[in-house]
């Protein structure tokens, strides 16, 4: 980082004890990105594997997410499988504020994703997320944090999870289905990771009588719905590029993870 010469074989830097073989940043050029993915010449988060990606099932359920116009990488992490004929899906963003919220979306997404799918009930999921997402504090002051969705559809019902301010939708006529856990303000009330304190899940039940879509997103695109008109969609991939693409369209301005998954009816 300082250019001063350096013995083959050394790992630091004599002058600066920069360690040697740092990735370049993504930014500025300069060999400087930390472990925790910042460059410590320019302070830009590096971006990840995770900048785009889509998921799609047999039955129509999709989802895709996006790092956004403004943001150098995604916290946003997502699952979405199928499991004992029910479709399941978590969304966590990762607490922007928060180290490493990146890996703390995807611990999360990951352990309740898997917990679930082996039959877990939601309170167990969210319990287990809870300590993937701890395991990763250092201490108090190094904790990483995420918000958390979850849903399991089956053919007869809806079961939602939830703590934070990633929501659910009912489409086609968008009803929110979750309850933010935040101040007037937007500051979130509730969180995973180790210093959120005695955090519950709040849990809802629902059976529609008529087919629809549930749509389980991140502020990202909730922040762009007020007023907005859903269009009418068959298939949920569709419709979810074009609400991604509403989106950024409006400003991108943070993450965007959209899941549509189908309850009711032929979609496809």
Same mark, same amino acid.
């Given at each position: 980082?300082?250019?001063?010469?350096?013995?083959?074989?050394?790992?630091?830097?004599?002058?600066? $004890?920069?360690?040697?073989?740092?990735?370049?940043?993504?930014?500025? &050029?300069?060999?400087?990105?930390?472990?925790?993915?910042?460059?410590?010449?320019?302070?830009?988060?590096?971006?990840?594997?995770?900048?785009?990606?889509?998921?799609?099932?047999?039955?129509?359920?999709?989802?895709?997410?996006?790092?956004?116009?403004?943001?150098?990488?995604?916290?946003?992490?997502?699952?979405?499988?199928?499991?004992? &004929?029910?479709?399941? +899906?978590?969304?966590?963003?990762?607490?922007?504020?928060?180290?490493?919220?990146?890996?703390?979306?995807?611990? /999360?997404?990951?352990?309740?994703?898997? /917990?679930?799918?082996?039959?877990?009930?939601?309170?167990?999921?969210?319990?287990? /997320?809870?300590? *993937?997402?701890? *395991?990763?504090?250092?201490?108090?002051?190094?904790?990483?944090?995420?918000?958390?969705?979850?849903?399991?559809?089956?053919?007869?019902?809806?079961?939602?999870?939830?703590?934070?301010?990633?929501? *659910?939708?009912? !489409?086609?006529? $968008?009803?929110? !289905? +979750?309850?933010?856990?935040?101040?007037?303000? $937007?500051?979130?009330?509730?969180?995973?990771?180790?210093?959120? $304190?005695?955090?519950?899940?709040?849990?809802?039940?629902? /059976?529609?009588?008529?087919? &629809?879509?549930?749509?389980?997103?991140?502020?990202? !695109?909730?922040?762009?719905?007020?007023?907005?008109?859903?269009?009418?969609?068959?298939?949920?991939?569709?419709?979810?590029?074009?609400?991604?693409?509403? *989106?950024?369209?409006?400003?991108?301005?943070?993450?965007?993870?959209?899941?549509?998954?189908?309850?009711?009816?032929?979609?496809?």
């Amino acid at each position: 980082m300082c250019e001063t010469p350096v013995v083959t074989g050394d790992s630091f830097c004599e002058a600066c $004890g920069h360690p040697l073989g740092a990735p370049a940043c993504t930014a500025c &050029g300069a060999p400087a990105v930390d472990a925790d993915g910042y460059c410590e010449r320019c302070g830009v988060r590096q971006p990840t594997g995770r900048d785009h990606s889509v998921l799609e099932l047999e039955g129509g359920a999709a989802g895709v997410t996006d790092r956004g116009l403004r943001r150098s990488r995604n916290e946003d992490a997502m699952a979405l499988l199928a499991a004992d &004929g029910a479709i399941i +899906t978590v969304v966590c963003d990762g607490v922007g504020s928060s180290p490493r919220a990146d890996q703390a979306s995807a611990a /999360a997404v990951a352990t309740a994703s898997a /917990a679930l799918a082996d039959g877990s009930s939601q309170e167990k999921a969210f319990e287990l /997320a809870g300590q *993937a997402v701890n *395991a990763l504090a250092t201490s108090i002051d190094d904790a990483p944090a995420c918000t958390y969705v979850s849903a399991v559809v089956t053919a007869e019902q809806i079961t939602l999870g939830w703590a934070g301010d990633t929501r *659910a939708y009912w !489409l086609p006529d $968008g009803t929110l !289905l +979750t309850e933010d856990d935040a101040v007037p303000t $937007g500051e979130i009330t509730a969180w995973l990771g180790a210093d959120s $304190g005695d955090v519950e899940l709040r849990t809802r039940t629902l /059976a529609p009588k008529q087919p &629809g879509l549930l749509l389980v997103c991140s502020d990202g !695109l909730w922040r762009y719905l007020n007023g907005y008109p859903f269009p009418a969609s068959d298939n949920p991939m569709d419709l979810a590029r074009v609400l991604l693409r509403h *989106a950024l369209d409006s400003g991108g301005q943070d993450n965007v993870t959209i899941v549509l998954i189908p309850f009711g009816g032929s979609h496809g």
